[in-house]
């Protein structure tokens, strides 16, 4: 089994980019591997805790704490791009983590496989 | 190298694919991206399946935009998320999104 870092600096939930790097999040813990999820930019509103479900839009947050249960996924948003946000600690759901940009640069440097996903 | 391209947009992007060379290329094909491998201008089937690589499209992508298996291109394979993750681990050393 290997590891794979997804970085995401794609737009907001509801994003096609955003929703193809979770569902290939999802895909790889369910086959073994590892993944380190970093987010970026609009992206850290993934990691805002309270999303509510509505019919035929986006809803990842199930999917993510399904993922962290398993213990071998990892979800970082950037702390700075958070705070530019007006997102805080407390806003974080259970099992988020916000760390500055070197915990993705390390991330990149252990994994065996890495994919950087562009803003959209 | 061996490198998969994850290309998510149909109207940007392929100008990237023909600078690119490798000694293993694939395109996979994703999002809007799926376009390449079932839509045609003019008759003809889009000009990056040319390319002297394997191409692959995301399944989930292509059926949400009214396309079946039997509509894609000869030259390209359906696959799945799974898939997707086997690509990447298995077959590419290096991936990058366009």
Redesign the interface.
């Known amino acids: 089994m290997?590891k794979?870092t997804i970085g995401t600096f794609s737009s907001l939930v509801g994003s096609?980019?955003l929703d193809?790097a979770v569902?290939?999040a999802?895909?790889?813990v369910?086959?073994g591997?590892n993944v380190d999820f970093w987010m970026s930019g609009n992206a850290t509103m993934l990691a805002k805790k309270g999303q509510k479900a509505f019919k035929d839009y986006s809803f990842l947050s199930k999917t993510l704490q399904e993922m962290l249960a398993t213990g071998n996924f990892n979800i970082t948003a950037c702390e700075a791009c958070a705070e530019a946000r007006g997102y805080h600690k407390e806003d974080c759901p259970e099992g988020f983590q916000r760390k500055s940009m070197d915990w993705y640069l390390a991330s990149t440097f252990e994994a065996?496989?890495?994919?950087?996903?562009?803003g959209? | 190298m061996k490198l998969a391209v994850?290309m998510?947009d149909y109207r940007t992007g392929s100008d990237i694919i023909d600078r690119l060379s490798a000694e293993k290329l694939g395109i996979i094909l994703?999002?809007?991206g799926v376009y390449h491998a079932a839509a045609k201008e003019d008759g003809k089937a889009c000009a990056i399946l040319d390319k002297k690589a394997e191409f692959f499209a995301l399944t989930?992508d292509f059926e949400s935009r009214g396309f079946t298996a039997d509509k894609l291109d000869s030259r390209v394979k359906a696959v799945?998320?799974?898939d997707?993750?086997?690509l990447?681990?298995n077959d590419y050393e290096k991936?990058?999104?366009l």
């Open positions: 290997g794979l096609m980019s193809f569902k290939l999802e895909a790889a369910k086959k591997h065996d496989r890495v994919l950087h996903i562009g959209d | 994850l998510s994703v999002g809007n989930e799945n998320y799974s997707v993750v086997d990447i681990f991936v990058i999104w």
